[in-house]
């Protein structure tokens, strides 16, 4: 980057996950049959009005809530430009007041970013391109499916607070699982129901911001990462080799890993906005905002540090562990676990690496038993992670039971005596040394059990059997 | 102002235009020269808030019904010409 | 058709006479005389026969019909009815037909109106003539070389003749008011919010209200009574203060504070003053308070409406782009095909008023024009807050003249808008209005005074209406 720093601001546009629409009662469906969840409000038709839907206004507060943003009277403007996807050419947006504004989003790693606003909006129809590639550019015709146009939108817009495609992206990772966990959208990227664009630009430390590009419509993490670090090095480059940035906004080609600029017969834009005479202003009252407040379930920052408590280490692989359990969403189930029994930093580990969070899940209680198993050296720890993955085909399955069946037999404490007595035997030049001090020993002694063992003793019980006969 | 409006004026219309609103925003700097600095603007009538909807599916129009009053329509959407650039 | 709507109404309900020969009867005077005065677009004849057999039929199975049974109706053109072409007076719309009915239409329906046909209007009701109409002017059945007035001059047209006893139309600037006193007769602008504009196609959203035209008050309050009433479908639709509209009519003006508002009265021709003395004379006569009252804001009103109505009319409008319903134009990439839709649907004053609008809202303009304007429009509302406080309504012209010649005012379009000056401030204010019949011109024509009350206080304009019509001269 040669000196360069990546200055990074961010719109996210989420689809709220209501039963209808943002101004009438179709459904908000994704992956219907073309043009059937449609009325005159959401195809624009004369004489058609909107009315609020009260559960989007009620998602909009939990997210802003949720990112610490004061909520306050707004109200909806109109946003003017022709466009087919479109209907009633302008959009039902929010702008000088939204109900969301002055926020902060923490990223695991203690980073604080802000967040400027998070505005309540109405999405687009959806175009098909014919002819050409399929895209736009080169395409003969196009074809329009209003079933998304209307459908409920919070777009959140951060400061200009991220310095690397890697920070970028763990904003867009946090930002998702909040939005997920207070319910406010399925936040599949994928499918489209989260939509990115990146605003990028680069300075030189200590300098003005430099002319930004956006770009448009990133809809994966990885290709969200993959774009700023490509805009950022062209930018570099261009700066370099005495170009001037434009101002302008890019696309991201994902197959060739690169953004291009979009030419389009640029209009200048001017959307005219101006107070949606149809629409009366959004007052949320103190007590509505502490009723959906209170109820908001806790976030991942907060699930973070309930687990974290569990456990008693917090250096930075464990709180990479602890963050993928909650990204997994399966901080629940370790939570019961470890409050039937189960050492919580085994548990954390163990569900962070074995578990499947979008296939099935051992019972709590099995899951719990096969920690305390193998927290007790009935279980080596390659025999845990067989028993927890069997699990997956049985459930609710008594761990002993699926560890015989295994062919994992315990050894018990009798014969792992025995075991140690013979390889003291064998080895007396070292044993004698290590009672006289020479820990690294432990070390040799426990492979010798091991070995002789097959890998079924337990490595604490191994060293538990060497500190008494040493003593 | 034309070209935001999605318009195409002649020559002549645009002189005409040009004049007529000349006299229309003439008559208009009346109020454009008040000082009205203490004055809420205001968007409504009445200052009502909060007019909600509740989340529930009401019926949709039969599709059949919303396309035959399209212009165009190819595999039960709406068919446009060459979209000559992305939404802004 | 002599008869009030509520007496056919009750004839109806009565068995004295059926709806189907009360629709014959109005069939067949359109037939008679409408190919002279051009008040409607479109007769539903086969519609509203096919509407008179059911009240029939429900009326002999012993079933009431509502307070409409069997009254015609005649529908501005802006107004939606599922399955029937929708003009709005443009050649944009192309024939489209929506597949919902306006909130308005279903109430009167289910009150047994029976809708006979869409009116003429000037193009998406900006005019004030019907001049503006793509499809020609309607005439004055005072004098058909007059303008009826508009924008709603095919419903005014449609009573003033004599083929329904009453009629709708939408008032954003006067459209109701101006034609009725052109032509006339009652014509009553409710408080905004009292009647659903679902289904109403839009030019001035935050202006905008549906009211009706009638004969008499007794029958512009019945039929008010039916369509006045909160809407869920319409987020500005008020949930409270519908006052007793039929209940107004026998109250009498005893004790009243009437302002006669000399901000009502500047510009307009003497006899149209004179008319409007005399009016406030019969009131005082049926022991109201005459109060002289002078509100120098109101005139701001004209200046104002033309910097919203357009800036709102100029988004409204951008719906009409050739993609989803009405006219297209084909060009071979879309932005081509909107431009040359738009150029071909749309006549001369709507373009000038997109334009006009556009400007208004563009960057570096809006807070000299639409944000002045709004602050204009709380000016003018907080004056009539406060004459609120001395009187009880205020009285005043409808309009400036009687009706005018064709084409006096079209190469002119300030002095068009200026016959809106008297009507303009209760749409900024949300306030009611109603212009009643009060005697005639030099050259026969009608002359209408107005009545202006405060917001949701509807009642009193018919209180007052109601003592002005008994007092008119004959
Ligand atoms: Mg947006
Ligand atoms: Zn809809």
């Known amino acids: 980057m040669n000196g360069y720093e990546t200055i990074i601001g961010l719109e996210v546009h989420c689809e709220l996950k209501t039963a ?85 989003l923490e990223l695991p790693d203690g980073t604080v970013i802000g967040i400027t606003r998070a505005h309540m909006e109405e999405d687009t129809g959806k175009s098909t391109h014919l002819g050409g590639s399929g895209r736009i550019h080169g395409a003969d015709s196009s074809l329009i499916d209003y079933n998304r146009s209307g459908v409920p939108l919070v777009e959140i817009v951060s400061e200009p607070d991220m310095r690397s495609g890697a920070q970028a992206r763990a904003y867009v990772a946090e930002l998702r699982a909040i939005l997920v966990a207070v319910g406010a959208t399925d936040g599949r990227m994928e499918e489209g129901s989260m939509r990115v664009d990146a605003n990028v630009s680069v300075r030189k430390p200590g300098e003005p911001f430099g002319t930004r590009c956006e770009i448009k419509n990133l809809n994966s993490l990885r290709s969200l990462q993959r774009a700023i670090e490509f805009e950022a090095l062209r930018q570099v480059d261009a700066l370099e080799s005495g170009e001037r940035i434009i101002q302008e906004t890019r696309h991201w080609d994902e197959q060739a890993g690169r953004t291009g600029s979009m030419r389009s017969k640029e209009e200048a834009n001017d959307y005219r906005y101006f107070p949606e005479p149809d629409l009366v202003p959004l007052a949320p009252s103190d007590a509505w905002i502490e009723q959906i407040r209170s109820a908001l379930p806790a976030l991942p920052k907060e699930r973070r540090a309930r687990l974290l408590a569990l456990v008693d280490k917090s250096d930075s692989a464990t709180i990479d562990l602890v963050a993928t359990v909650v990204d997994r969403e399966l901080d629940d189930l370790v939570i019961e676990a470890v409050a039937s029994g189960a050492p919580a930093q085994l548990a954390v580990t163990r569900a ?31 025999q845990a992670k067989a028993v927890l993955a069997a699990l997956v085909d049985e459930p609710n399955a008594d761990p002993k039971e699926l560890a015989s069946r295994l062919g994992f037999e315990q050894l018990s404490e009798d014969s792992l005596g025995a075991t140690i007595e013979e390889v003291i035997g064998a080895n007396a030049d070292e044993w004698s040394r290590y009672v006289g001090g020479d820990d690294k020993l432990a070390q040799f002694f426990i492979g010798k059990v091991m070995a002789a063992t097959k890998g079924k003793a337990n490595g604490k019980a191994v060293i538990a059997e060497l500190q008494a006969r040493r003593n | 102002m034309a070209g935001l409006a999605r318009l195409e004026l002649s020559p002549e219309e645009v002189e005409t235009y040009t004049a007529q609103l000349g006299s229309i925003l003439a008559h208009a700097d009346d109020i454009a020269g008040l000082d009205l600095g203490g004055l809420e603007p205001m968007a409504h009538p009445f200052d009502i808030e909060n007019v909600f909807r509740p989340d529930t599916v009401t019926p949709s129009l039969e599709r059949d019904e919303l396309l035959s009053q399209a212009p165009d329509v190819e595999r039960n959407r709406f068919k446009v010409g060459r979209i000559l650039g992305e939404a802004p | 058709m002599t008869e009030s709507a509520s007496k056919i109404a009750s004839d109806v309900r009565s068995g004295a006479r059926t709806a189907a020969s009360t629709v014959k009867e109005s069939l067949d005077a359109i037939a008679a005389r409408d190919a002279e005065l051009h008040a409607f677009l479109y007769v539903d004849d086969l519609g509203a026969r096919a509407a008179a057999i059911v009240v029939d039929a429900a009326i002999e199975a012993g079933r009431d019909p509502g307070p409409l049974a069997g009254v015609p109706l005649a529908l501005k053109d802006n107004l939606c009815v599922r399955g029937v072409a929708t003009t709005c007076g443009s050649k944009i719309l192309n024939g489209w037909k929506p597949p919902y009915t306006a909130t308005v239409i279903e109430r009167l329906v289910a009150a047994g109106a029976i809708p006979i046909g869409k009116t003429n209007l000037d193009e998406f009701a900006m005019g004030s003539s019907t001049e503006n109409s793509a499809f020609g002017p309607s005439r004055n059945p005072h004098d058909t070389s007059k303008v009826p007035g508009g924008s709603s001059g095919g419903s005014a047209v449609a009573v003033a003749a004599g083929y329904v006893p009453v009629s709708l139309g939408s008032d954003t600037g006067g459209s109701i008011r101006q034609p009725a006193a052109f032509c006339g007769l009652v014509g009553y602008k409710p408080t905004y919010g009292h009647v659903s504009r679902y289904g109403l196609v839009a030019f001035s959203s935050s202006l905008d209200q549906i009211g009706p035209f009638a004969n008499t008050v007794g029958d512009a309050a019945l039929i008010s009574t039916v369509i006045c009433g909160h809407d869920p479908a319409d987020s500005t639709s008020l949930r409270d203060g519908y006052p007793d509209l039929m209940g107004a009519l026998e109250r009498g003006v005893a004790g009243l504070r009437v302002g006669l508002c000399s901000d009502l009265l500047d510009g307009a021709d003497d006899e149209i003053v004179a008319q409007v003395r005399a009016a406030a004379q019969v009131l005082e006569a049926a022991g109201a308070e005459i109060i002289d009252i002078a509100i120098p804001e109101l005139r701001l009103g004209l200046s104002a409406y033309y910097l919203l109505a357009p800036a709102e009319a100029s988004s409204n409008l951008a719906r009409y782009d050739g993609v989803r319903f009405g006219l297209r134009v084909e060009r071979d990439d879309v932005a081509a095909m909107n431009v040359a839709t738009r150029t071909a649907g749309f006549g001369a004053e709507v373009k000038r008023r997109i334009m006009l609008g556009t400007y208004a809202l563009s960057a570096g303009y809006y807070d000299a024009y639409y944000g002045q304007a709004q602050k204009t429009r709380r000016l003018i509302t907080n004056a009539l807050d406060n004459a609120y406080a001395s009187v009880d309504v205020l009285l005043g012209a409808t309009t400036p003249t009687t009706a005018f010649g064709f084409g006096d005012k079209v190469a002119d379009p300030m002095s068009m808008y200026l016959s809106d000056l008297f009507t303009i401030p209760t749409n900024l204010a949300g306030h009611p209005a109603i212009s009643v019949p009060f005697g005639v011109g030099a050259t026969g024509m009608p002359i209408g005074v107005q009545i202006l009350a405060p917001g949701r206080k509807d009642d009193l304009l018919f209180q007052v209406g109601a003592v002005l019509e008994k007092g008119a001269p004959a």
């Not at chain 1, 969070?357 to 390659?382: H, I, K, N, W, Y």
Request: hydrophobic share 35%; aromatic share 10%.
């Open chain 1, 352 to 382: 962070a690496n074995e578990l499947d969070a979008g296939g099935v899940l051992p019972s709590t209680a099995s899951f719990a038993a096969t920690c305390q198993m193998e927290a007790a050296g009935a279980l080596s720890a390659t």
């Open chain 1, 20 to 104: 209808t629409k943002l101004f009438c009662g179709c459904p908000n469906m994704f992956g219907d049959e073309p043009n059937t969840n449609c009325c005159p409000v959401c195809v624009g038709l004369p004489g058609s009005l909107p009315v609020l839907n009260e559960r989007a206004v009620e998602f909009a507060i939990r997210i802003g809530l949720a990112l610490n943003c004061e909520v306050r009277w707004s109200n909806f403007h109109r946003k003017n430009y022709f466009y087919p996807d479109m209907p009633k050419d302008f959009q039902i947006s929010q702008y000088d007041l939204p109900l969301n504004s002055n926020g902060t």
